[in-house]
T-cell receptor, first 113, second 112 residues
């Protein structure tokens, strides 16, 4: 069965520092992978997606993620964070051609001045 | 601009009452979803619909019901059988089931 594990529930970081939010998944078939961001009292917004092709995916707001098939990981990175990046981030996976997206439990990124 | 509209933003339910959450999209998407979000937990799928007049139960469908009479609309009814309805409810849509989802801004449901 599919599953997604976000390895950190909270990540505090200082402004302008780099950050990595970790995501591992399990699936026996090929997958599509997504990262979403949620600001307080709002819905989720798509940050980036991996469907096929290059394993390094660039998204909005300076975020990028790398698909590592051998390690079944899809970690999210940003070289320099801003206060405005404070939010909850969700990793998600779906089997190619599947019907149900599985979301991780979320990682709360807290950027400190 | 295309998007998903959820209403109301806040909703209060009395004991024994059914309430209906609205979800409308103008993205021309075939697939629509309802999720429940509780603090510290990810999104849990309540119901999903891949096409008009068809929908399937998700992981936590008990105490909820839906309809999909129009492509644009996917209302969720929280029935009195749902004993713990307090949560943040999110509606989403996608062009096809395995594509990225677009989300509404949610409805926060509380018990009076």
């Amino acid at each position: 069965a599919q599953s997604v594990t976000q390895l950190d529930s909270q990540v505090p970081v200082f402004e302008e520092a780099p950050v990595e939010l970790r995501c591992n998944y399990s699936s026996s078939v090929s997958v599509y992978l997504f990262w979403y961001v949620q600001y307080p009292n709002q819905g989720l917004q798509l940050l980036l997606k991996y469907l096929s092709g290059s394993t390094l995916v660039k998204g909005i707001n300076g975020f990028e993620a790398e698909f590592n098939k051998s390690q079944t990981s899809f970690h999210l990175r940003k070289p320099s964070v801003h206060i405005s990046d404070t939010a909850e981030y969700f990793c998600a996976v779906i089997n190619t051609g599947g019907f149900k997206t599985i979301f991780g439990a979320g990682t709360r990124l807290f950027v400190k001045a | 601009d295309g998007g998903i509209t959820q209403s109301p933003k806040y909703l209060f339910r009395k004991e024994g009452q059914n309430v209906t959450l609205s979800c409308e999209q103008n993205l021309n998407h075939d697939a629509m979803y309802w999720y429940r979000q509780d603090p510290g937990q990810g999104l849990r799928l309540i119901y999903y619909s891949q096409i008009v007049n068809d929908f399937q139960k998700g992981d936590i469908a008990e105490g909820y019901s839906v309809s999909r009479e129009k492509k644009e609309s996917f209302p969720l009814t929280v029935t009195s059988a749902q004993k713990n309805p307090t949560a943040f409810y999110l509606c989403a849509s996608s062009l096809e089931a395995d594509q990225p989802q677009h989300f509404g801004d949610g409805t926060r449901l509380s018990i009076l």
